[in-house]
């Protein structure tokens, strides 16, 4: 065999033998499924399985933190084509769906932020956020802080509605921002009463508490001063923390229509007293008739007490009043 014979068979079989070990060199790949990332970048090994055997190889740009993308499994495929990873996507499957995890920022901590940017905006006013819509969800990475900051608020005063530019996290450059609208509603404060109340009864000191209200929805018929619930009763029983009507309030019944009462009249030093019988209902301070119960003479009086009237006639009454 001549030496050219020889050098063209060791050739052939030199490139039969590296074909032999460049197929050995191919790695077969699964899909994944219910692909999350937390990185900014898709690598092939998130979406096959078996590809890390090959150096991380990056094939997309992840999503925001909290959100999604669609990958096409044919841009997949060649991909992993290009770094001797062997998988074919199956007919039906049209989009590989990948997710980026997140932290999702605490809605108690916006809404503060939000006060806290309408706080500036109108110092002296007492306000409550009603946001508009959806309330949203913000996202950040999961190795960032999960904090927010307003930066910038547009408010009317007139109108109580904002809009508020949010960022999360918190002075971050890359931070995902957010327009939020909403209504600040001003607030004032209402007497209520702090327990309920039985017709009857009447309303002590005690008994009266303070509630914060919209001011839109306090009307012209609500209680709004304390005096003018302490030393009434109810007409019907009141819940607590329930703001009050004064068509639901009265003078509490100290004399009722019917009772024997004591009329008292004060003169010259000397008290004189009669027995009477109300003509009507009569609350503390109320002005009552009061019939005499032998004379059948109506005067009227003034109550002062459970079952006692004051009687402020002239002197020469009397006598009629003691027949």
Excluded: C
């Excluded at 006013?125 to 802080?145: M, N, Q, S, W, Y």
């Excluded at 109108?159 to 600040?184: E, L, M, Y």
């Amino acid at each position: 065999m001549s030496r050219t014979i020889a050098a063209l068979i060791a050739a052939v079989l030199m490139t039969v033998a590296a074909a032999a070990a460049a197929a050995t060199d191919i790695i077969d790949a699964t899909m994944k499924h219910g692909i999350v990332v937390d990185r900014p970048t898709i690598l092939l090994s998130d979406v096959l399985e078996g590809a890390d055997a090959r150096e991380d190889v990056v094939i997309a740009r992840a999503p925001m933190p909290g959100d999604k993308v669609a990958l096409n499994p044919l841009a997949v495929a060649r991909i992993a084509g290009r770094h001797r990873i062997r998988w074919m996507p199956p007919a039906n499957l049209h989009r590989i769906m990948v997710r980026r995890a997140s932290q999702i920022v605490d809605a108690g901590q916006v809404l503060t932020e939000i006060e806290l940017a309408l706080m500036d905006a109108a110092p002296q006013a007492d306000l409550e956020i009603e946001l508009a819509g959806r309330r949203p969800t913000l996202h950040v990475a999961t190795d960032a802080d999960p904090s927010v900051q307003v930066e910038s608020m547009d408010y009317d005063r007139r109108t109580g509605r904002f809009t508020a530019i949010v960022a999360a996290p918190a002075d971050d450059p890359s931070a995902q921002r957010h327009k939020i609208h909403g209504r600040a509603w001003p607030m004032t404060e209402v007497p209520v009463l702090s327990r309920a109340i039985r017709p009857g009864d009447e309303i002590m000191p005690q008994d009266v508490g303070w509630q914060r209200v919209r001011e839109d929805r306090v009307r012209r018929q609500n209680v709004v001063d304390i005096a003018e619930l302490v030393g009434m009763s109810p007409k019907r029983s009141i819940p607590a923390n329930r703001m009050v009507r004064v068509s639901d309030l009265r003078r509490p019944v100290m004399v009722a229509k019917g009772d024997i009462v004591t009329m008292i009249f004060l003169t010259n030093g000397l008290t004189l007293t009669a027995s009477g019988r109300a003509i009507e209902d009569g609350g503390r301070n109320a002005v009552v008739r009061v019939m005499n119960e032998r004379s059948r003479m109506i005067v009227e009086g003034r109550v002062t007490a459970p079952g006692r009237v004051s009687v402020g006639e002239a002197a020469h009454r009397l006598s009629q009043l003691q027949d």
